[in-house]
């Protein structure tokens, strides 16, 4: 991964110092040219004032001095062609170079300029020539001399070398600085990465306490650590869990099949004369270890399961479940009322509502004395919805409040045969939904069961 995003920034930067440095090096090559011919065809016209006067006094000696003078202090050179020939040039060997005289034919009414082929003496040349004018008396064949200003070809290839020569220098520099970049970036997103690499290699190795250090940037991989922690926490949650469960329910199977070996023992000492007492006993502890089972058994697939949230309508279903347990309550002469408003949605395990009202409307029955009362309301909030299951039973202290969501607790009062397993199997599908299971103590000294869901926000 380094690697790939190490090649990845030197490629950007061999690609943006391309398209910088080659237009910028053309850009700066077309305006030394262009800034050259603008210069010799500034002085070529001081110059042809210039000379023009001095040689319409008959000084061609002054005007040669001039001309030198100019060619040392600018590095250009002059020569002056009339029809009869070369009247002055600062270098000798511009008498007899036929491309500059072929140029001085071709002047006519305005001064034109170019590049010369190779020429005599410095190779190819930059050119302007113009028309001497004014000439007073001079001979007809100087009145048609023209000025030409050269300057070499070699010079501003030199100068454009070395400005192609510096930013060659900036572009290396510039890739030289991505891959440093890239390198010090490569490592701070591969480092954190190799470490979460590490605890999850350790997780897997069985040091279940391993996790990835935190990280503050990049933030995928801030996330990506968040998460492998999450997972490892959820799974070493979910690995105590069932380590727990497997402890619990040894322990409390143990029970019932003790009870089922000795009475198996005594029906096998007295044979025949085993009485249906005897058996009845049997049934019992068989029925409650198939309880104990099927218990088991639902907790253990709502672990497995991944939860589904769906539409559940609260009042319908607390409606429904108080109307089937009402037959048990006129059975036993409990008060059942229900307080329930209008239709409100939630969001929950398919039946989870249903399954924890029965499972509190059970515990009710089982904690209220013939002739008590329980009540059934429904209250909701801006954030929450709570069902409430209100008992008129013996109640549970503070510290029995906090026991009775563990799984196989029973309570000190209650004497009805039971798994112990119903409000943890509640408490689950709560959690499971978004929710929580609370026990408070009733005004009328009972419990009052509560499951506190959040509400269903409308998009």
Known sequence: ????????????????????????????????????????????????????????????????????????????????????????????RQVH????????????????????????????????????????????????AVLIVTFPVTVVTKAIRGDW??????????????????????????????????????????????????????????????????????LIALLEAQRNFVEDASHQLRTPLTALQLHLENLEMVGENSSSDDLASVFVEVDRLNRLVDSLLAMARNEAQPPVLVPVDVTAAVVDRVQFWRPFAEERNVAVTLDVPDSIELLAIDGAVEQILDIFLSNAFDATALEGHIEVSVRASDVSVEIHVTDSGVGLGDDERELALRRFWRGPHNANP??????????????????????????????????VMPVRRRL
């Open 1 to 92: 991964m380094r690697n790939r995003l190490l090649s990845g920034f030197i490629l950007f930067a061999i690609l943006a110092s391309a398209l910088l440095v080659i237009p910028v090096g053309f850009t700066l090559e077309t305006h030394a040219h262009n800034n050259i011919l603008a210069a010799l065809r500034r002085d070529t016209a001081s110059l042809s004032t210039l000379l023009a006067n001095d040689l319409s006094d008959q000084s061609v000696a002054v005007a040669k001095k001039l001309a030198t003078t100019y060619s040392r202090s600018t590095g250009r050179h002059v020569i002056v062609v009339d029809a009869a020939g070369v009247v002055l040039a600062t270098e000798r």
């Open 97 to 144: 170079d036929r491309r500059l005289l072929d140029v001085s034919a071709q002047v006519r009414a305005t001064a034109v300029s170019g590049v010369t082929a190779r020429t005599a003496f410095e190779g190819p040349q930059y050119y302007v020539a113009t028309p001497l004018r004014d000439l007073g008396d001079r001979a007809a064949s100087m009145r048609d």
């Open 165 to 234: 020569q510096r930013l060659a220098t900036y572009a290396a520099l510039m890739i030289a600085a991505a891959c440093l970049f890239g390198l010090v970036l490569s490592n701070s997103m591969v480092r954190p990465l190799r470490r979460i690499v590490a605890a999850v290699d350790a997780m897997g190795a069985g040091q279940l306490d391993a996790r990835a250090p935190p990280v503050k940037s990049p933030r995928e991989m801030a996330r990506l650590a968040e998460t492998v922690n999450f997972t490892a926490a959820r």
């Open 418 to 451: 039971g798994s112990g397993l119903g409000l943890a199997i509640a408490d689950q599908l709560a959690r499971l939904s978004n929710g929580r299971i609370e026990l408070r103590n009733s005004p009328v000294r009972g419990v009052d069961a509560t499951l």
